[in-house]
C-alpha cells in the first residue's frame, strides 16, 4: 500500500490559509508573515483585515461585558488606565526627584576636592590644580598657563598605559644609539691595537710581501 504524500500549510487553499490567520492575534500574526513570501502576502491582503474587523466587531461586545473583565480601580492599580490625578502626580514626583537631584549634585566637592582627596586621579583637573592650587600658584604657574585638557577618569588608565609606552620606546632609542656608539668606539679601539702590535690583516699582508721579497733575493 503506498500512503499519500502529507501536505504541508502551503499547499492549503487561499481560502482556508485567510480563514487561518484571521484566527490569530497580532504578533502571532507577524511572526507567521515572516516565514514565507506567500504568507506575507496574504498577512497584508485587505480582505483578511475586513475579516478581522468584522470578527473583532463581533466578539467586542461580549468581551465589554464580560464578569472576568477587570474593573476601573484594577486597572488603575495597575497603571493601566492613567486618571487626570495620576499623571499630575508623576509630574510632580519627577520635578521632586529633578530637585533632590540638583541639590545634591550642587553640594557634591569639585574635581579639585576630589583629587587631594585621592578619589579622582590628577589627570582629571587642569594642571594647575594637580598637586594642589597653592603648589601650582607658588611655582609661578597662572590660572590659565600650562593648563592642559583634563581627562575622563575612564580615560586615565589608558592615557597611563599610552605614556609608558612612549618613555619606553624613548629608552630603546637612547639605549640603542649609546650602544651602537660604543661599539663602534670598541671596534675602533681593538682596530687601532692591532694595528700598533702587529695583528691584523694588514699586518698579514705586508709580512706575506716582506717574506716573498727576501725570498725572492735570496733566490736570486
Request: with cysteine; charged share 25%.
Given at each position: ?11 492549503l487553499?487561499?481560502e ?38 468584522r ?15 477587570p ?7 495597575r ?12 509630574q ?5 526627584v ?35 592650587y ?9 590660572s590659565t ?5 583634563p ?8 592615557r ?13 632609542r ?10 663602534r668606539s670598541?671596534e ?19 709580512r706575506?710581501?716582506?717574506t ?9
Amino acid at each position: 500500500q503506498h500512503t499519500a504524500p502529507a501536505k504541508q500549510l502551503l499547499d492549503l487553499p487561499n481560502e482556508v490559509l485567510l480563514q487561518i490567520l484571521s484566527n490569530l492575534e497580532v504578533c502571532d500574526l507577524l511572526a507567521t508573515s515572516r516565514t514565507s513570501h506567500h504568507l506575507r502576502n496574504l498577512a497584508v491582503s485587505p480582505i483578511l483585515h475586513r475579516r478581522r474587523l468584522r470578527r473583532t466587531r463581533s466578539l467586542l461586545p461580549a468581551q465589554l461585558s464580560s464578569p472576568w473583565r477587570p474593573s476601573l480601580a484594577d486597572l488603575m492599580r495597575r497603571h493601566i488606565f492613567l486618571t487626570k490625578t495620576t499623571v499630575v502626580s508623576r509630574q510632580l514626583a519627577r520635578s521632586l526627584v529633578a530637585i533632590r537631584l540638583a541639590r545634591r549634585l550642587a553640594a557634591r566637592p569639585s574635581p579639585e576636592v576630589l583629587v587631594e582627596r585621592c578619589v579622582l586621579p590628577a589627570e582629571c583637573v587642569p594642571y594647575p590644580y594637580r598637586g594642589g592650587y597653592h603648589a601650582g600658584a607658588a611655582a609661578g604657574e597662572g590660572s590659565t598657563a600650562g593648563a592642559a585638557i583634563p581627562v575622563a577618569p575612564a580615560l586615565v588608565a589608558k592615557r597611563r598605559a599610552i605614556e609608558r609606552e612612549r618613555v619606553k620606546d624613548g629608552l630603546r632609542r637612547w639605549v640603542g644609539s649609546v650602544w651602537r656608539g660604543e661599539v663602534r668606539s670598541r671596534e675602533e679601539g681593538v682596530r687601532r691595537w692591532e694595528e700598533r702590535v702587529g695583528v691584523g690583516r694588514v699586518w698579514r699582508l705586508r709580512r706575506f710581501w716582506e717574506t716573498l721579497g727576501n725570498g725572492g733575493g735570496q733566490g736570486q
